[in-house]
Protein backbone atom coordinates (compact mmCIF):
# COMPACT_ATOMS: atom_id res chain seq x y z
CA UNK A 1 0.00 0.00 0.00
CA UNK A 2 1.65 3.54 -0.78
CA UNK A 3 0.93 6.15 1.00
CA UNK A 4 -2.01 7.85 -1.03
CA UNK A 5 -3.56 4.58 -0.34
CA UNK A 6 -3.01 4.15 3.53
CA UNK A 7 -4.16 7.59 3.62
CA UNK A 8 -7.69 6.80 1.92
CA UNK A 9 -7.62 3.75 4.07
CA UNK A 10 -7.28 5.14 7.08
CA UNK A 11 -9.93 8.38 6.44
CA UNK A 12 -12.32 5.59 5.19
CA UNK A 13 -12.00 3.51 8.52
CA UNK A 14 -11.50 5.85 10.67
CA UNK A 15 -13.38 9.56 10.12
CA UNK A 16 -16.32 10.36 12.09
CA UNK A 17 -18.19 12.81 11.28
CA UNK A 18 -20.98 14.67 14.34
CA UNK A 19 -20.48 16.66 17.22
CA UNK A 20 -17.29 15.33 19.55
CA UNK A 21 -15.85 16.71 22.23
CA UNK A 22 -12.26 16.51 21.95
CA UNK A 23 -9.79 15.93 24.91
CA UNK A 24 -8.85 19.27 25.28
CA UNK A 25 -12.93 20.31 25.46
CA UNK A 26 -13.03 21.53 22.03
CA UNK A 27 -16.16 20.61 20.53
CA UNK A 28 -15.24 19.60 17.23
CA UNK A 29 -17.80 17.70 13.92
CA UNK A 30 -14.76 15.59 13.07
CA UNK A 31 -13.38 12.95 14.28
CA UNK A 32 -10.74 10.16 13.81
CA UNK A 33 -11.39 7.17 15.42
CA UNK A 34 -8.02 5.90 15.68
CA UNK A 35 -9.15 2.54 17.34
CA UNK A 36 -10.38 1.42 13.74
CA UNK A 37 -6.92 1.22 11.69
CA UNK A 38 -5.13 -0.46 15.08
CA UNK A 39 -7.54 -2.94 15.47
CA UNK A 40 -6.60 -4.19 12.19
CA UNK A 41 -3.17 -5.57 11.81
CA UNK A 42 -2.79 -5.24 8.27
CA UNK A 43 -3.70 -1.88 8.30
CA UNK A 44 -1.53 -1.45 12.22
CA UNK A 45 0.97 -3.11 10.02
CA UNK A 46 1.30 -0.33 7.21
CA UNK A 47 1.09 2.60 9.38
CA UNK A 48 4.01 1.42 11.73
CA UNK A 49 6.16 0.48 8.39
CA UNK A 50 5.28 4.15 6.89
CA UNK A 51 6.19 5.62 10.87
CA UNK A 52 9.42 4.19 10.51
CA UNK A 53 11.66 6.37 8.64
CA UNK A 54 10.26 9.26 11.21
CA UNK A 55 11.57 7.37 14.16
CA UNK A 56 15.10 9.10 15.08
CA UNK A 57 18.44 6.91 14.80
CA UNK A 58 19.48 7.99 18.64
CA UNK A 59 15.74 6.17 20.54
CA UNK A 60 16.64 3.93 23.40
CA UNK A 61 12.95 3.40 23.79
CA UNK A 62 9.28 4.42 21.71
CA UNK A 63 7.50 5.90 24.46
CA UNK A 64 3.22 4.54 23.52
CA UNK A 65 1.26 7.26 24.97
CA UNK A 66 -1.94 5.31 26.94
CA UNK A 67 -4.24 4.34 25.12
CA UNK A 68 -3.88 4.73 21.10
CA UNK A 69 0.03 5.32 21.65
CA UNK A 70 0.05 1.55 22.73
CA UNK A 71 -0.71 -0.42 19.95
CA UNK A 72 0.97 1.73 17.30
CA UNK A 73 4.36 1.77 19.67
CA UNK A 74 4.08 -2.11 19.94
CA UNK A 75 4.23 -2.89 16.24
CA UNK A 76 6.32 -0.07 15.41
CA UNK A 77 8.92 -1.53 17.82
CA UNK A 78 7.99 -5.17 15.94
CA UNK A 79 9.19 -3.49 13.04
CA UNK A 80 12.02 -0.85 13.63
CA UNK A 81 14.04 -3.54 16.22
CA UNK A 82 13.45 -0.77 19.04
CA UNK A 83 12.07 -1.32 22.20
CA UNK A 84 9.19 -0.04 23.44
CA UNK A 85 8.05 1.52 26.83
CA UNK A 86 4.33 2.43 27.75
CA UNK A 87 2.98 5.59 29.08
CA UNK A 88 0.19 5.57 31.41
CA UNK A 89 -2.06 8.64 31.65
CA UNK A 90 -1.20 8.01 36.00
CA UNK A 91 0.29 5.78 37.98
CA UNK A 92 -0.82 2.82 39.07
CA UNK A 93 -1.79 3.18 43.06
CA UNK A 94 -1.00 -1.34 43.58
CA UNK A 95 1.69 -3.76 42.37
CA UNK A 96 4.44 -1.28 41.14
CA UNK A 97 2.56 1.76 40.92
CA UNK A 98 4.63 2.64 37.85
CA UNK A 99 3.61 5.32 35.44
CA UNK A 100 5.82 4.31 32.41
CA UNK A 101 5.58 0.63 32.21
CA UNK A 102 8.23 -1.66 30.39
CA UNK A 103 11.83 -0.47 31.28
CA UNK A 104 13.62 1.78 33.51
CA UNK A 105 13.93 5.24 31.33
CA UNK A 106 16.33 7.44 33.24
CA UNK A 107 18.95 8.98 31.00
CA UNK A 108 17.39 7.27 28.10
CA UNK A 109 16.43 8.68 24.93
CA UNK A 110 12.87 8.12 24.58
CA UNK A 111 10.59 9.19 21.00
CA UNK A 112 7.03 9.97 21.94
CA UNK A 113 4.72 7.74 19.91
CA UNK A 114 1.16 9.29 19.36
CA UNK A 115 -1.81 8.56 17.21
CA UNK A 116 -3.59 12.06 16.72
CA UNK A 117 -1.88 14.99 17.87
CA UNK A 118 -4.93 18.32 18.25
CA UNK A 119 -4.03 20.02 21.14
CA UNK A 120 -0.80 18.57 22.12
CA UNK A 121 -2.00 18.55 25.22
CA UNK A 122 -1.40 14.99 26.33
CA UNK A 123 1.70 14.89 24.79
CA UNK A 124 3.05 17.85 26.76
CA UNK A 125 1.69 16.14 29.72
CA UNK A 126 3.59 12.57 29.15
CA UNK A 127 6.81 14.78 27.91
CA UNK A 128 7.26 16.65 31.22
CA UNK A 129 5.95 13.25 33.20
CA UNK A 130 9.19 11.58 31.51
CA UNK A 131 11.69 14.89 32.18
CA UNK A 132 10.12 14.77 35.54
CA UNK A 133 11.61 10.99 35.23
CA UNK A 134 14.78 12.08 34.28
CA UNK A 135 14.32 10.57 30.75
CA UNK A 136 15.62 12.52 27.38
CA UNK A 137 12.17 13.49 25.41
CA UNK A 138 13.20 15.21 22.37
CA UNK A 139 11.32 13.41 19.75
CA UNK A 140 7.41 12.91 19.00
CA UNK A 141 5.79 10.78 15.89
CA UNK A 142 2.19 10.71 15.70
CA UNK A 143 -0.26 9.37 13.16
CA UNK A 144 -2.33 12.09 12.33
CA UNK A 145 -2.12 16.07 13.12
CA UNK A 146 -5.55 17.50 13.32
CA UNK A 147 -3.49 20.81 12.26
CA UNK A 148 -4.99 23.01 15.62
CA UNK A 149 -1.90 23.98 16.89
CA UNK A 150 -0.99 21.05 19.04
CA UNK A 151 2.42 20.55 16.80
CA UNK A 152 3.32 24.26 17.05
CA UNK A 153 2.92 24.43 21.11
CA UNK A 154 4.68 20.91 21.30
CA UNK A 155 7.45 22.77 19.34
CA UNK A 156 7.54 25.40 22.32
CA UNK A 157 8.65 22.59 24.32
CA UNK A 158 12.16 21.97 22.43
CA UNK A 159 10.57 18.88 20.74
CA UNK A 160 10.42 18.03 16.87
CA UNK A 161 7.61 16.80 16.23
CA UNK A 162 6.75 14.52 13.01
CA UNK A 163 3.38 13.64 12.00
CA UNK A 164 3.03 10.65 9.20
CA UNK A 165 -0.45 13.20 7.89
CA UNK A 166 -1.66 15.87 8.72
CA UNK A 167 -5.18 16.35 8.71
CA UNK A 168 -6.29 17.96 5.34
CA UNK A 169 -4.21 14.85 4.07
CA UNK A 170 -6.46 12.34 4.98
CA UNK A 171 -9.74 14.29 5.02
O1 LIG B 1 -3.50 16.73 21.50
P1 LIG B 1 -4.61 16.62 22.50
O2 LIG B 1 -5.53 17.81 22.49
O3 LIG B 1 -4.16 16.23 23.86
O4 LIG B 1 -5.57 15.47 21.96
C1 LIG B 1 -5.10 14.27 21.44
C2 LIG B 1 -5.16 13.19 22.48
O5 LIG B 1 -6.53 12.86 22.69
C3 LIG B 1 -6.70 11.47 22.49
O6 LIG B 1 -6.51 10.85 23.70
P2 LIG B 1 -7.66 10.32 24.64
O7 LIG B 1 -7.26 10.59 26.03
O8 LIG B 1 -8.97 10.80 24.15
O9 LIG B 1 -7.66 8.84 24.28
P3 LIG B 1 -7.19 7.41 24.41
O10 LIG B 1 -6.95 7.08 25.85
O11 LIG B 1 -8.36 6.71 23.83
O12 LIG B 1 -5.94 7.31 23.58
C4 LIG B 1 -5.61 11.10 21.53
O13 LIG B 1 -5.31 9.75 21.60
C5 LIG B 1 -4.47 11.95 21.99
O14 LIG B 1 -3.77 11.35 23.06
O1 LIG C 1 -8.48 15.60 20.28
C1 LIG C 1 -8.94 14.49 20.57
O2 LIG C 1 -9.33 14.18 21.71
C2 LIG C 1 -9.06 13.44 19.52
C3 LIG C 1 -9.28 13.76 18.20
C4 LIG C 1 -9.40 12.73 17.28
O3 LIG C 1 -9.60 12.95 16.07
N1 LIG C 1 -9.31 11.46 17.69
C5 LIG C 1 -9.07 11.16 18.96
O4 LIG C 1 -8.98 9.99 19.32
N2 LIG C 1 -8.96 12.16 19.88
Known amino acids: MNRTELARVIGQRTRLSGSF ?3 SGVVSDSYF ?3 RFESDPKLLSAVAEA ?3 LVPARTDYLAGLELGGVPVATMLSN ?4 PAVFVRKEAKTYGTCQLVEGADIEGKRLTIVE ?4 SGGAVKDAV ?3 R ?3 AIVEHVVCVIDRETGGIEKLEELNLAVKALYRHSEID
Do not use: C, F, H, Q
Open 128 to 130: NAL
Open 115 to 118: DVIS
Open 21 to 23: TLR
Open 33 to 35: DKY
Open 132 to 134: ERS
Open 79 to 82: VTGI
Open 51 to 53: LAP
